[in-house]
């Protein structure tokens, strides 16, 4: 079963507006990871966030973490056309990794 | 230059004919692990190695096998394909398990 469950599913928004997409998981985690995959393409790592982290940035990217809420989320900044994507967040928890569905984001010129 | 190479990249193959969907990394990674992607499902985990001769089952195993004989590889076989076999299939690598995973580029499989 899928551990990490990403909300919304779908989102689309204009160039320039900010996206902010959750991720909710079940168990413990060791550390959570974002990732973006252009259309059937493989997957681009973006954040890695840690269990003991509660923020992380890069570039236009945010991560926050709230592990007593088991859920983290992803704020992309001033979008562009290039963002429209799937985004993913993936749980890493002992030996393995668990991905969650996606959300599929759209940006507008 | 770093990366994680799948071949093929596409296959159309018919029910119970065995194959293999190779993937090489060039990064000297420990962790090396196999997805599938479904619509509406996101990634599955199959199988993964933590290094060399040491391998574990993922979240739906049933009807893969896989082998972590050299470092760099870690062929996906499946012995006798069907139908509900048919999906994108991806590879990843990295350092360790507390690391980020690079992806290959994908297998697109489908089975007849």
């Known amino acids: 079963s899928q551990q990490g469950e990403e909300d919304p599913q779908a989102l689309s928004i204009q160039e320039g507006e900010n996206a902010t997409m959750n991720c909710s998981y079940k168990t413990s985690i060791n550390n959570l990871q974002w990732y973006r995959q252009n259309s059937g393409r493989g997957l681009v790592h973006l954040i890695l966030?840690?269990?003991?982290?509660r923020e992380k940035h890069s570039g236009r990217l945010r991560v926050t973490l709230d592990t007593s809420k088991k859920s983290s989320s992803l704020l992309i900044t001033a979008s562009r056309a290039a963002d429209t994507a799937s985004y993913f967040c993936?749980?890493?928890?002992?030996?393995?990794?668990?991905f969650g569905a996606g959300t599929r984001l759209t940006v507008k010129p | 230059e770093a990366q994680v190479t799948q071949n093929p990249r596409y296959l159309i193959t018919v029910t119970g004919k065995k194959l293999t969907v190779t993937c090489s990394q060039n990064m000297n990674h420990e962790y090396m692990s196999w997805y599938r992607q479904d619509p509406g499902l996101g990634l599955r985990q199959i199988y993964y190695s933590m290094n060399v001769e040491v391998t574990d089952k993922g979240d739906v195993p049933e009807g893969y096998k896989v082998s972590r004989k050299e470092k760099r590889n870690f062929p996906l076989i499946l012995e006798s394909p069907s139908p509900n076999q048919t999906s994108l299939y991806f590879c990843?690598?990295?350092?360790?398990?507390?690391?980020?995973?690079?992806f290959g580029p994908g297998t697109r499989l489908t089975v007849t």
């Open positions: 966030i840690r269990s003991n982290e």
């Open positions: 993936a749980r890493h928890r002992g030996n393995d990794m668990r």
């Open positions: 990843a690598s990295s350092l360790s398990i507390r690391y980020e995973q690079y």
